[in-house]
Structures are given as structure tokens and as C-alpha cells.
């Protein structure tokens, strides 16, 4: 009977709402392929959606504000030469997404805060150590510029983007077709779900399986885990009835679930999606219509089911907006960009306050854009909490930030001498020396990265402006 008794939370009146017709996104092929990837990436200045394409793979990248109906021209990111399964953008860098192949390759892209002309063809880099498709790609949360990348060859790597080296490879370690891969919180373990019914949490640094469980939930179907932020770990899966089915795990003892939930019958793999500052789980199933979403606490029965938000199209895939790119003027929680065949339509997720001030109970600090260590540190053995932010103020998205990024982390390993600064604004009175680096980093591209002529064309667009004087 205790069921009975109103809990307090909240969280309780969470409610989710469809935006309207004119701020969705329309027109746009989402892809078909077989996969229980989400098709969809978000961060606070980008949507970006893997799409239909003709002879290779491709994905489209709009701008946030782009909505209503997209131009048929509009350019894609086409480098890969076979579909795209998964796509992911840097948590320390907006401007930088990673997408994987069933060419058995992972390519990092730049993207411009600008819109441009002709489709994106040749990556920053392209990571090459699979031998079958590559199904997940996942950034580490704390380090700057590691990449993880598993694929249908049973393997997980690690990969430093900034140098495009291997750093890592587990490949005794799985031994079947993985199906997912999640970091913890600050990105000293990893959680994975495996075709062989096993979850294994594992040290990636040291290569080990640190704790594992057979057969979580009882079904054949594929299971998905996530780690939450007090490093419990959060199932989903099917029972031997096929029921869909949540579990809450604590590593401390795991045996049994300290939570075990059945739900529906339905066969869609229940995808979870986690905001750790709200501690609350939502689950969107490819092909169901509706997002359940439950509260997670520290006493039992630890799995709170809140709410469920209903619709009548079917999801194709689905988006998870970062909490730095939510309006916190309007108390959102939480925003989904669910992908329908032909449309991306984002939905709100708020909680009900009637005062206009900031609601500093529902916005802890969060992470923010930069790194709390880089990726020699963490290979090294050194671990580090995110850096967080305050939302008191809203988030601005940083401007020209990949300039910075291809300069320092990414664009080959020996960037060009002088001084590191943006060109975001060209100023006509420029002085010698910032010309001076324009023609070194075009020298350098020529001399390194024979492929890039875009880029390559763009600065010397930049470089005629300096030189004509103007902006």
C-alpha cells in the first residue's frame, strides 16, 4: 500500500511538448539503415541527422535556428564512402562532430559557424584501425580530444584526435557484437553490453574487465547500459517474455538489481538517455511514440517512474540536447529532436514554475565546453571531474572556436609557427604578422594535407581580404 503515498519531487509535473510546426525542421531524408543508433546529434549552436545518400554516407548539419523547410541543395557532409551508423559531437568544442561507418572508418569534421556552399567532403582527420563496420562512436567526457570508436569486429579503440593516433585498442575483451559503450562521469571507466548477455564495466587504461554480469535481463534481445553519475549502472533489456524491462545496478554487489522494472511488450530497443543534474532517465524506443522518463534516487525503491510524454508519429531516431543549450528562462529540462522519415521535430521538456527568476534548484552547475584534462594527462593515469558551469545567466555559444581547434588539437601534429589567434573579425587596418600566419598555416595545409583544398581555398579567401583591405 505504500505505493499510495505521494512522494515528494520536483520533478513530478514534468511535461513534454511537441514546438510548433514552423520550428521544426522538414524535408530531410533520414536514413534507413538498420541500426539502433539514435541518427541524431545536437549540441547548443548545431543539429546534425544521418541521411539517405546516394553511393556512400552522409549527414546533415543545420543550425539551430535554421528551422522549417531545408533547401535540397543544402550541403551535406559526405566523406564517408559507405552509410553512416553514428554520429557525435565534441563535448569541449561545438564546432567539431565525429561520425562512423560501415566503410570502417571514424572521420572528425570541422563545421563552420557559417553555412556552406558546397557539401563537406574531407574530414580533419580519419581514424583507421577497424576491420568491419563501425557502429559507436562516444567522446571522452573530461579529456580533450579522445574518441572512442567500436565496431562489428568486436573491438573498442581509443584514439587521440589531435595527433590521429591509436591510443588504446581492448580487443580480448568482447566476444560478440557490442552494442553499447558509455563512459562514467569523469571517463576513468567505461561501461559496455555485448551480443554474449554480458555487461562489463572496464578500466580502459589498464585494459581490464573490473566487474561484469552475465544475463541482466533474461531475453536474446540487445541490451543497453549506461552509468549514472553515482556510478551505479542503469539497464535496459527484455525479459525471457520479451517484455522490455529497466534495471538499476550498484557495483558494490552485482549480483541482483536493487531495481527491476517490466513495462510492455513492445520489441524496440529502449534507448536511454540520462541528465545527470536532474537525475532523472528518459527512454525512447526506436519505432515507439512516446518518451517514458523515471527519477533515480538514493533510497529505494530507487526507479521513479515521472511521467510518460505521448504522440501518434512513430521516432525514427532521437537527439538529446546538452543542458548548456537549454532556455532556462522557460524552466526546460530537457529537449529531444525526434527524428521522423522526413522531419526533425524538437519537444520540450519543462518543469511548471510561475515565477520569471532563475530557478537555481532545477539548473545545478553543469558541464561546460572546456576540458579538465588533455589526453597525454589522461592516458597517463590522471582522472578529472567535469569543469561546470553556472546557467544562471543562459549559455552563449563560443564563436570561431574550431579556428582554434584545427590550429591546436586537430589539423596535423605540427602547426604552423606564430602567433595563435582567430581572424573571426578581418580587421582592415591588419598588421603584418597576422597576414604572416595566414600564408604559414596555408603553406603548412599544402605541404600536409594535399586533400584539404577547401579549407585551403577559404584562407586564401581570407588572405585576399586582408590584403584588399577588407572585411
Excluded at 543544402?74 to 564512402?81: E, S
Amino acid at each position: 500500500m505504500s505505493r499510495r503515498v505521494v512522494r515528494q519531487s520536483k520533478f513530478r509535473h514534468v511535461f513534454g511538448q511537441p514546438v510548433k510546426a514552423d520550428q521544426m525542421y522538414e524535408d530531410i531524408r533520414v536514413s534507413k539503415v538498420t541500426c539502433d543508433s539514435s541518427f541524431c546529434a545536437v549540441n547548443p549552436k548545431f543539429v546534425a541527422i544521418i541521411v539517405e545518400s546516394g553511393g556512400g554516407g552522409a549527414f546533415i548539419v543545420l543550425p539551430l535556428a535554421k528551422t522549417g523547410r531545408v533547401d535540397k541543395n543544402h550541403p551535406l557532409v559526405t566523406g564517408h564512402t559507405a552509410p553512416v551508423l553514428d554520429i557525435d559531437w565534441c563535448p569541449h568544442n561545438d564546432n567539431v562532430i565525429a561520425s562512423a561507418s560501415e566503410d570502417t572508418t571514424v572521420m572528425v569534421w570541422q563545421i563552420p559557424d557559417y553555412v556552406p556552399m558546397r557539401n563537406i567532403t574531407e574530414p580533419v582527420v580519419t581514424l583507421e584501425g577497424h576491420s568491419k563496420r563501425v557502429s559507436i562512436i562516444s567522446w571522452h567526457p573530461t579529456a580533450r580530444n579522445v574518441l572512442l570508436s567500436a565496431g562489428c569486429d568486436n573491438l573498442v579503440i581509443l584514439w587521440n584526435v589531435g595527433t590521429g593516433e591509436m591510443l588504446l585498442a581492448l580487443d580480448d575483451i568482447h566476444t560478440d557484437l557490442i552494442y553499447n559503450v558509455g563512459w562514467n562521469r569523469n571517463g576513468s571507466l567505461l561501461v559496455t553490453t555485448c551480443k554474449d548477455k554480458k555487461v562489463r564495466i572496464i578500466d580502459p587504461r589498464k585494459q581490464q574487465v573490473v566487474a561484469e554480469k552475465d544475463k541482466p535481463h533474461d531475453g536474446v534481445r540487445p541490451i543497453r547500459a549506461i552509468f549514472m553519475a553515482d556510478g551505479k549502472i542503469f539497464t535496459t533489456g527484455f525479459s525471457r517474455m520479451s517484455e522490455r524491462q529497466l534495471a538499476l545496478w550498484d557495483l558494490n554487489n552485482f549480483e541482483e538489481p536493487i531495481a527491476l522494472q517490466e513495462m510492455d511488450t513492445s520489441n524496440g530497443v529502449l534507448l536511454p538517455f540520462y541528465d545527470a543534474d536532474s537525475s532523472i532517465v528518459y527512454l525512447c524506443g526506436k519505432g515507439d511514440s512516446s518518451i517514458r522518463y523515471f527519477e533515480i534516487t538514493d533510497e529505494a525503491p530507487y526507479v521513479h517512474y515521472l511521467n510518460t510524454y505521448s504522440s501518434k508519429e512513430p521516432q525514427r531516431g532521437m537527439g538529446f540536447m546538452p543542458k548548456r543549450g537549454l532556455d532556462v528562462s522557460k524552466c526546460e529540462i530537457a529537449r529531444f529532436f525526434k527524428l521522423h522519415e522526413r522531419k526533425c521535430e524538437p519537444i520540450v521538456m519543462t518543469v511548471p514554475r510561475k515565477s520569471d527568476l532563475f530557478q537555481d534548484d532545477l539548473y545545478p552547475d553543469t558541464p561546460g565546453p572546456e576540458p579538465a584534462l588533455e589526453a597525454d594527462e589522461w592516458l597517463s593515469g590522471k582522472d578529472a571531474e567535469p569543469i561546470l558551469i553556472s546557467l544562471r545567466d543562459g549559455y552563449v555559444p563560443i564563436k570561431n572556436r574550431e579556428l582554434k581547434v584545427v590550429k591546436k588539437n586537430i589539423l596535423d601534429n605540427k602547426p604552423p609557427p606564430g602567433p595563435r589567434r582567430s581572424h573571426s573579425g578581418c580587421d582592415p587596418n591588419v598588421s603584418q604578422p597576422a597576414l604572416q600566419e595566414v600564408l604559414e598555416e596555408i603553406r603548412a595545409l599544402k605541404e600536409t594535407v594535399q586533400a584539404h583544398e577547401k579549407r585551403i581555398s577559404d584562407l586564401e579567401n581570407k588572405l585576399c581580404q586582408f590584403t584588399n583591405g577588407t572585411d
